[in-house]
């Protein structure tokens, strides 16, 4: 529907107007209507009407002054005059300032309907002219980008430009400076974070990032921006002198802003600066490795490639030492003995300014020894993450983006590993304490039954069994069979049996006396005393 705003001073026109046409079957609908041209001109910004009709002679302000005031404001909106003055100067006047049409009074509503028809058309017509137009700049515009980035993607490989003009005016045509000035090459990647992998997120957030950034840079020098080919922002800036002063500051601020406004962080690397515009590539490639500490030192953070200071050491971090000792103790099962490890080997590497390589091959040295103790346990990767596929771990590894998120995987690699392999020796010691119970429930009579006895029959070492059944259950065979003869003794008496020299031998005791301590031991009086209380 097209809106229409109805401007004339007579009142009964107006509603007669309304009333004339059936406006909504022609694809008008009546918006508003004005007494005159100053309070239709305070109405246009609120209606914002397609099509007004006015009257030309009108108090306080008529028909062609409110047409020649409104059309200032808004050139899309079309004009039909209505007016009982059929003199040629009201007509010329009219079609000089724009007016679509020229309708006598009194109204003939065909011609009316048929001018409101031709200009439906026209608008119309406008309209798909405005966005085949808008198509077309918008085509050009992306066109103009694309070129953009693969020209300044070029600079940042080291593919050189010529200083013809041709080429110079070619970058200026894409807004970028050549002449003049010393340039600077800046990295800001965004830090990871699992929960923002959309894909159409993430592309909406870099859109966002890179016009915060451009924003507060161009703030103070030139600046263009592109990514490259590893969807990094790239900002290359110019300084006339040379002159970098306020930069660490602007990077601050850009980290800063993008942290507030789009809730994520990112990592800035600076490169230093250069002389050409060709040798950007140097500059870039220095913001590249300032932008690495992030492994080291964790994201959302400004790194200048010249304050870096040099890699400390230069030999192994997984020694032969380090690497017995957490195998000795993935191999014990001590949880708390591992994790000391781990916290002391990170924080040892940290401080000793290790360089990202060697961080990284440690990190597949130790996931190479967990790899190692699976092994030895006849356990895979496979077995410890079910439904998991193993991923490339030198892959994996090397694309850890911090040394958090390495130390972070490899502490749940590890303790999820001997948990895994730890918790199948519990259940089969579980397994193997019920057998040894079921065995002295059936064999507790025998006075004869050692523990020897009782080994062979789970088939195990003598010394391992004594070990595993006081572990699991924190007391000794004997101790346990002791109680299960009491116990039975116990059942014996209060089933009737008075003699307590035929109840010891029973429960596997030969000597009454040997059995009476070691029941009052257990239940605090002697077996005498506990058979006349039953009584």
């Not at 600046?223 to 990094?232: E, I, K, N, P, T």
């Not at 103790?329 to 002391?344: K, V």
Request: aromatic share 8%; net charge negative; proline share 1%.
């Amino acid at each position: 529907m097209y809106k229409v705003l109805i401007v004339d001073d007579e009142y009964y026109f107006r509603q007669a107007l309304k009333i004339s046409l059936a406006w909504s079957e022609l694809g008008f609908q009546i918006a508003g209507e004005a007494k005159n041209g100053a309070e239709a001109l305070e109405l246009m910004s609120e209606v914002e009407p397609d099509v007004v009709l006015v009257d030309m002679n009108m108090p306080i302000m008529d028909g062609l002054e409110f047409i020649h005031k409104a059309k200032e404001r808004d050139r899309q909106t079309k004009f039909l005059v209505l007016s009982g003055h059929s003199e040629f100067v009201y007509a010329r006047q009219a079609v000089q300032l724009g007016v679509f049409n020229y309708v006598l009074k009194p109204i003939n509503e065909e011609e009316l309907r048929s001018s409101l028809l031709d200009i439906k058309e026209l608008i119309r017509t406008e309209r798909l002219g405005k966005l085949e137009l808008d198509d077309l700049r918008k085509q050009a515009s992306e066109s103009l980008s694309v070129m953009k980035e693969q020209l300044l993607n070029g600079l940042l490989q080291g593919n050189g430009i010529s200083r013809s003009s041709s080429e110079r005016d070619r970058l200026n045509d894409l807004g970028i400076k050549l002449e003049g000035m010393h340039y600077r090459a800046i990295v800001v990647d965004l830090d990871s974070n699992d929960e923002r992998n959309l894909e159409e997120g993430m592309l909406i957030r870099k859109a966002k990032v890179q016009e915060i950034a451009q924003n507060d840079m161009q703030s103070v020098f030139q600046c263009v921006g592109c990514h490259d080919h590893d969807a990094r922002l790239v900002l290359i800036i110019g300084s006339p002198d040379g002159s970098f002063n306020k930069l660490e500051t602007i990077c601050e601020r850009i980290r800063l802003n993008i942290e507030n406004d789009l809730g994520c962080t990112v990592t800035i690397g600076l490169g230093n600066g250069c002389e050409t515009f060709e040798s950007i590539s140097v500059s870039y490639m220095e913001a590249l490795i300032a932008l690495k500490q992030r492994f080291v030192w964790g994201g959302n953070k400004v790194f200048v490639h010249s304050l870096i200071a040099e890699t400390g050491i230069k030999v192994g971090l997984f020694s032969v030492e380090k690497r017995s000792g957490l195998l000795m103790f993935m191999r014990i099962g001590n949880m708390s003995e591992t994790e000391e490890w781990l916290s002391s080997f990170f924080h040892d590497t940290r401080v000793q300014k290790a360089s990202m390589e060697m961080l990284l091959l440690a990190g597949i040295e130790i996931v190479s020894t967990c790899l190692e103790f699976l092994a030895e346990a006849s356990q895979s990767f496979e077995d410890v993450f079910r439904n998991t596929t193993q991923p490339d771990m030198i892959q994996h590894v090397q694309r850890m983006k911090t040394f958090n998120e390495l130390e972070d995987w490899i502490r749940a690699l590890i303790l999820k590993s001997m948990d895994h392999v730890h918790s199948r020796k519990t259940n089969r010691a579980v397994k193997v304490i019920e057998e040894v119970k079921s065995y002295i429930s059936r064999h507790y009579g025998n006075e004869e039954l050692r523990i020897e006895d009782i080994a062979k029959s789970v088939h195990m070492n003598y010394n391992h069994l004594c070990f595993v059944f006081k572990k699991e259950t924190t007391f000794t065979i004997n101790d346990y069979l002791t109680e299960i003869r009491i116990i039975k003794a116990k059942e014996l008496f209060e089933q009737g049996e008075k003699v307590i020299q035929n109840v010891a031998n029973r429960v596997g005791y030969a000597d009454a006396n040997y059995f009476s301590k070691c029941f009052k031991k257990y239940m605090g009086i002697t077996p005498s005393k506990y058979v006349n209380q039953i009584r």
